[in-house]
T-cell receptor
Framework: DSGVTQTPKHLITATGQRVTLRCSPR?????VYWYQQSLDQGLQFLIQ???????AKGNILERFSAQQFPDLHSELNLSSLELGDSALYFC?????????????FGDGTRLSIL | GESVGLHLPTLSVQEGDNSIINCAYS??????FIWYKQESGKGPQFIID?????DKRQGQRVTVLLNKTVKHLSLQIAATQPGDSAVYFC????????????FGTGTRLLVSP
């Protein structure tokens, strides 16, 4: 158990809809990262938050947004969903603030767009 | 894991054998590397890491070797067990203005009893 909790485990929805994925980092970790894992793209970095503020952006679509709350949990919001958004979405956390720290992953949310 | 799936390189070994999984990384300026294990239905699990000022690091039954000259990482698993069956990813920290973790495509390890 990595200590990172993601909910829900599965989401099934339709094109055009909006969903929210939730992540609770390991106790004491200030940084939260979101990744997308699909069959043809592998694990792709989306966005990082550190202590409530956006720190870095990767290949995140404009239809996607995230935030980190004062209690350090994070939410990833996906809107105007398309079939191609079907994927596993992982959250990871690290202590943050320093270089070269391992990221620890949750077990992901599987999003299926019908 | 259910990552790259159909096109994933696969290493098949017998229980008790030693396994070696290789990875080529892309950026000569990367200075920190991690090996992750991903089992079906789970997230990537941290196995071992290594910094670029080292060329070898050992853990419990695992050893990571780093060859910066040819930008190559390997993960050695001693006395492989069926529970080691999973997809293994190497990841490098790229310094692109911020530190970005970039994953390799993964190798599927299949261990037969």
């Amino acid at each position: 158990d990595s200590g990172v909790t993601q909910t829900p485990k599965h989401l099934i929805t339709a094109t055009g809809q909006r969903v929210t994925l939730r992540c609770s980092p390991r106790s004491g970790d200030l940084s939260v990262y979101w990744y997308q894992q699909s069959l043809d793209q592998g694990l792709q970095f989306l966005i990082q938050y550190y202590n409530g503020e956006e720190r870095a952006k990767g290949n995140i679509l404009e239809r996607f947004s995230a935030q980190q709350f004062p209690d350090l949990h994070s939410e990833l919001n996906l809107s105007s969903l398309e079939l191609g958004d079907s994927a596993l979405y992982f959250c990871a956390s690290s202590v943050g603030g320093l270089r070269n720290q391992p990221q620890h992953f949750g077990d992901g949310t599987r999003l299926s767009i019908l | 894991g259910e990552s790259v799936g159909l096109h994933l390189p696969t290493l098949s070994v017998q229980e008790g054998d030693n396994s070696i999984i290789n990875c080529a990384y892309s950026n000569s300026a990367s200075d920190y590397f991690i090996w992750y294990k991903q089992e079906s239905g789970k997230g990537p699990q941290f196995i071992i890491d290594i910094r670029s000022n080292m060329d070898k690091r050992q853990g419990q039954r695992v050893t990571v070797l780093l060859n910066k000259t040819v930008k190559h990482l390997s993960l050695q698993i001693a006395a492989t067990q069926p529970g080691d069956s999973a997809v293994y990813f190497c990841a490098e920290f790229m310094n692109t203005g911020f530190q970005k973790l970039v994953f390799g495509t993964g190798t599927r390890l299949l261990v037969s009893p």
